[in-house]
């Protein structure tokens, strides 16, 4: 039994010892592939791994950095950036946030719309997120809110920086700022990655051409976050790089001026250096507070600009497309001199109309100017005479000299929103109307009327290329601090420097690299010479307006462009603009250049609907150039500033 | 026989029986336990109110525990190993009807000092019924059909009870302990070829009695990255934990896989994931050392112990012991599905830290009275 029992046991022992060992080596490969999977994961691929670790860990905010600013020509910043004050809340730390929304609408200025507007976002977003209740405190309420904030539990007071705009005068030029809407990210490339929640996009003007400069390299905040979103602390900010700023030539003040000028009409008002392109003032009228829209426009104010008969939101310096009317005339006699197409010493009898092919085509002047040459016909802006000089032109080679003086094209090429306009010929007829020309048409497009459109700006080169004795010019609103002294600059600095010297128009083109765009610069001068007439003798158009004074002497050309011609029946009774319904009386131009003994800047004034341009713009370019002329030598030195030794 | 006959009925001094511990076992289950305050503690944020004070308080109670169960006799456990077992089939029951049910499932009985998961005891429980079984019959009789009943029976019945609670984990842990034991044994290897057969071929029927969570598990195991928020989620943050911890770790307390709770179950199954990313490839290795050094202790013990109750315990428990730590490291490494097996010692919970001092004193009776024979 006792034998039995042992050998029992041993050989149980021996078959439970000899699987065992078998066992043991199982469990050796499985300790090896254990081994084997730890060091492939902690060695191997510990980078990967702690790459994704921080990938869970870490979530960044995009923050922008502070906006470029936008400065006049003297540095005074006229899009610049403020503090603003705002109140963010973190519905997890607050108690109750219901109760805390009613008890700040006592302390901000805050409606029971936006409160239960509030609420849905609040209700959208994860509790810990932050929410804006009011992106722009005023002191007053700032100030309360620091004060009653050991009730507010849960509210932050923010201080923030956003968009400024000095005054509403330059709203146009400038543009303005507002939140980035999802339309902004489709259409511009380098919006797509961004990525910066709510941050304030230019949408029009320099804002929206130099946005992407003026953006920035946006900076971050990094979190720390949990698995549930969560943050639990910051562990990096980078504040990103500012934004570029810009110096324009506009000269603020000048630009006030303008703005003031056109309180009240609905209009635009262009200046320009004609020598170097410069322009010093650019307004649309009636503007808008551009600051509305930095923290998002109510719809109240938006409803008003939209919905207003005078456009506010249109820039109608660049984007307002009107017929020239009679300040073509002095393009149209020039291009007739240069083509040899008529001497200046033709003469025209004018007897209020005159009639080709069975249509009757009226001067202005029903009783008629009676005979007038070239000067007497720009001085007086007699029609007939230019009915007949551009029969004799043809719309083909009038439309070789606007476009060589700068219509129908864009100007600048700051603007998205520039328009191009029209300069008609009958290659332009058959193409865009599908039908041939009639000479009629050529008749019309004489005085500037028929299918010329023209902007303010582009009528504001135009006189200033005459200006400056009919040299090419290329206009800007930018300054470049790097740029070298332009050519015509170089030689209206050596023609000052040298008061004695005169040099023969050749020499100047050699010697300067000038580019001009007449054949003969007589002709130029006597168009000058024949503005001068319309705006200092008496029978000129603009004699009303003129200045007498020598330094601040102007010479120009009204202008008036048809919006609906008047019957027989109303020339006969003799109807005035004022007597008939606003929308339907003509626009008023007025385009000029200042001083007369040296011109230095040209101007074109716009009055939508003013009538007349002798009694609705021309008023309006005497104030402003008198304030252009009286800033002139502040520009000067500011610009001897920047050009240091080279003057 | 007369002398061991003597020392077999002479009772130790408690001091002689401290002196025939295993030392080598007694220390590494110490540090084991150090270690795991010290994670514990970690997984709690670095609190100590929360899992590691009362995971604290439980080691040096069930440590204490393993003691005591060192002292008793094996021939004790030998004897009471029937009743045990049956003891805790009735507890098992009892949990069917009156257990606590969490998450879904029904596992706990609540003691009121503490709810008790008699599944986690029952691990113990077929090695020590088991080996006390194979104990009694003779070698020759190990493949008869008649002897072959009973285990299957004694196997059979804890894996359904568990198995419905549900808990497929601890059920499979059961089965396998017990199998282990019953091929140790002697049991042929064609009958367990047959059986996985047999299991082969039922397992698309068994899988349709999976419940739908555990369907997924298994199906996300597979392929984690197709539902990386979901079930794969745990998987691929314990690898990104672990992975992230590198050569050195994180350092304690700033594994932020942990603290920023993209671990799940940090406290119990996936303690190790939050102690390799705070102490890296070195830590881990350390870790895993132990628990080899302990599974080797145990075999070295079953060698040297003379009844076959005791061998096929240490042997039994040894192989137990070393699969419920390769699942668990498995399961975080991602070389298994997620089954819910927590590691021995480390792992938070009150009844699996029982067990594993409950089957760790035995090894250790085994020691202290190796020269014991058992009748």
Redesign the interface.
Known sequence: MLSFHSS??I???K???R??FL??SI?AV??I???G???S???N??T???S???K??YRETKIAPPRGIIEDYFGNEIASNNRIYQLHVIPDSTPNIDQLLVRLKDIIDISPRKISLLKKKIKNKKSWDTTIISDNLTWAEFSRVNLFLHELEGAQPVVSIARYYKDSSSAHAIGYVSEISPRDIRNKKYLQNLNIEGVAIGKTGLESSLDEQMLGSPGYLRY?????GKK?KQVATDKGLKGKTYRTTLDHSIQKFSAEALQGVSGAICVMDIHNGDIISMVSSPNFNPNSFVHGVNSKEWKELTENRDKPMLNKAVSGLYPPGSTIKTLTAISALENDIVSPKLLVKCKGYIDLHGERFNCWKKKGHGVVGMRTAIKKSCDVYFYEVARRLGIDRLSATAKKFGLGQKVLQNYNEEKTGVVPNTKWKKREIGKNWYLGETLHSGIGQGYFLTTPLQLTLMTAQIANGGFKINPRILVDENEKVGSLQNYINHKNETPGNVMSTDDQIYNFNLQPLFRNQENINLVKDAMFAASNEIGGTSYRSRLKDKKFMFAGKTGSSQIKRFTEEQREAEIKQVDITYLERDHAWFVAFAPVQDPKYAISVLVEHGGSGSSAAAPIAKKVIKKVIERHEIRTAQKNQQFGKEI | MLHTRSSLHTPFAIRDKFFHLDFTLLFSILLLGIISIFAQYSSSGGQFDYHSKSHAVRFCVFFFFFLVVSFVNIRFWNDYSLLIFVLLILLLVLVKFFGVQSQGSRRWINLFVFNLQPSELMKIGIILFLSNY?HKI???DVNKFRYLLYPVIALLVPFMLVLTQPDLGTAILILVSGM?IT????VRWKLFAYLSLLFIISAPVAISFLKPYQKSRILTFLNPDTDPLGAGYQII?S?????????FGKGFLNG??AY???LPEKHTDFIFTLY?EEF??LG??LI?FLY?LI?FRI?II??MTRS?FG??YC?GFS?AF?IYV?VN??MV???LPIVGAPLPILSYGGSSMLAMMFGLGIVMSCNVYKNNAIG
């Open positions: 029992n046991i050989s149980k022992t078959t439970i010892s699987r065992m066992l043991s469990k499985v300790l592939g254990i081994f999977r730890l060091a994961l902690q060695i691929n510990s990967k791994y702690r994704l670790a921080d869970n860990r720390e976050v949990n698995a549930y639990i | 194979y003779s070698s020759g282990v091929w140790l044994s002697g943050q690898k990104i934990a672990i992975g992230s911890g590198g050569l932020s896989q920023l709770n993209f390799s890296g490839f881990s290795a895993v080899f599974t075999i079953g060698n076959i061998k096929l042997y192989t070393f390769a490291m498995s490494l991602g070389m």
